[in-house]
């Protein structure tokens, strides 16, 4: 076993050590130890090792399946990388994971080679990089906003610890990584020159410092109070915010990912948190760095703004969360019925050859033409003569059960608006706001009727 400790410059922030014991024959977990020393030397990062060498575990696996016995480096010949390539490809296993367990040996095989550490490695013992399965760009999983309301409800996040509860709160409100949160040094706080607070941390992935703005106060108050905590049980100094609780004298060491990810799923069911189908729910601690991302789109934030903030390497990850936002919102906009004044429904199907065109219409429309209570489907090459008093117009004007709130507000305040006209004697007001009134009362309960 090797402990990140003793690897002063190898950038561990989730995975402690390496274990070996996983890998069989002897002779395979020696060339691996080998390998893996040659690529922390020369820059990889601890985590990127634990992959590599999680890697060799599923190779040495798919050696003790086959009758074939490999005993040294010359065993390993194309034949047997090919025949390897076929049992990954059947692991009940994720796309990303098979990548990585070919990429690992192909990697592994490829640096045998141009080190010339074993002359007995056949030359063609290779795996292509076209022959490695690769993984699909998936989008951003997030978490349902039932789920988060739950989570984010006051009294339970006042279930959890200080330094749990302080963990979560910045994973939400700010959309780090958890081995970033965790390695997080004991005052990451930052003033700009206008007072507002910044949070300093560490991108590991990337390897690169990252200042980032705090817009939620509660942050800036969770980390405050840690710090407290912290320098009251380690009077003479601790590096790391959130310092391991137990086995950790001296604040060296800070909290393990598997123990937050144990207290994490520990809570949820205490708490009886449900999703929508009333099963506990699952929750990752990545899932809020999706869920961060996602809302940042929702709430118009521009694709190089979320990029900067959640400090993207490139844009094709950013893109991932307006892809996701622009699928959730064609699917709202297909599942609702949609009404226009006099309570007819106007129906669309997503199914059909124009499905598509409609909704960049939507978008087009949404984008330039925002009502209080409906959509317009005006086309935004013609002039409107309603001059927006859109919810006369019977038309262009559509709206359905999202705005069922604004309608009912807005027949409650005309009901009150038509009796203090009737009795100050004011005809022409009761005349004029009586057709709305009418309208009003058939959208709400047309709506009503489809909720």
């Known amino acids: 076993m090797w402990r990140s400790s003793d690897f002063p410059n190898s950038g561990a922030n989730r995975v402690l050590n390496l274990r070996f014991e996983v890998i069989d024959p002897p002779w395979l977990r020696s060339a691996v130890k080998r390998w893996l020393k040659h690529r922390l030397a020369t820059g990889t990062k601890w985590n990127t090792a634990h992959a590599n060498l999680e890697a060799m575990r599923r190779f040495s696996e798919f050696l003790a399946t086959i009758s074939q016995v490999a005993r040294l480096m010359g065993d390993l010949d194309r034949n047997l990388l090919v025949d390897y390539l076929s049992w990954c490809a059947a692991l009940p296993v994720a796309a990303e994971t098979r990548a990585k367990a070919v990429g690992g040996v192909r990697l592994f095989c490829d640096d045998y080679r141009l080190n010339g550490w074993s ?157 929508s189908t009333g099963a506990p729910a699952h929750v990752t601690f990545h899932q809020f760095r999706h869920t961060f991302g996602t809302r940042l789109i929702e709430s118009g934030a521009s694709e190089h703004l979320v990029q900067r903030l959640m400090d993207h390497r490139n844009a094709r990850s950013t893109r991932g969360y307006a892809e996701l936002s622009d699928q959730t919102k064609r699917k709202e906009f297909f599942k609702y019925t949609r009404f226009n004044n006099r309570g007819d429904s106007v129906l669309l199907n997503p199914e059909t050859p124009t499905g598509d065109a409609e909704w960049m219409k939507e978008q087009l429309n949404r984008a330039q033409v925002t009502l209080p209570n409906g959509y317009c489907t005006l086309p935004l090459t013609q002039p409107c003569e309603m001059r927006n008093a859109c919810i006369d117009c019977d038309s262009y004007f559509v709206t359905t059960v999202e705005f069922l709130p604004t309608h009912r507000k807005q027949r409650d305040e005309t009901v009150v608006l038509i009796k203090k006209a009737e009795a100050e004697g004011n005809r022409r007001l009761v005349e004029k706001n009586t057709p709305l009134l009418k309208r009003l009362d058939t959208i709400v309960e047309t709506l009503e009727s489809d909720v």
């Open 119 to 275: 002359p007995r490695l056949p030359a063609t013992a290779s795996i292509a990089r076209g022959e490695a399965p690769t993984a699909p760009d998936g989008l951003p999983r997030p978490v349902d906003e039932r789920v988060m309301r739950q989570i984010e409800n006051e009294a339970n996040l006042a279930r959890l610890p200080l330094s749990v509860m302080a963990i979560v709160v910045i994973g939400i409100r700010c959309g780090l990584r958890i081995g970033d949160v965790l390695s997080l040094p004991l005052d990451p706080l930052r003033q700009d020159s206008t007072g507002q607070h910044t949070l300093v941390y560490r991108n590991h992935k990337l390897d690169r410092e990252v200042a980032l703005p705090v817009v939620h106060e509660d942050v800036v108050e969770l980390i405050e109070r840690q710090q407290g905590e912290v320098r009251s049980r380690f009077p003479d100094g601790c590096r790391w915010l959130f310092p391991r609780l137990t086995g950790n004298p001296d604040g060296q060491r800070h909290v393990p990912y598997p123990t937050l990810r144990g207290q994490l799923q520990e809570w949820l069911e205490s708490c009886g948190i449900v999703d």
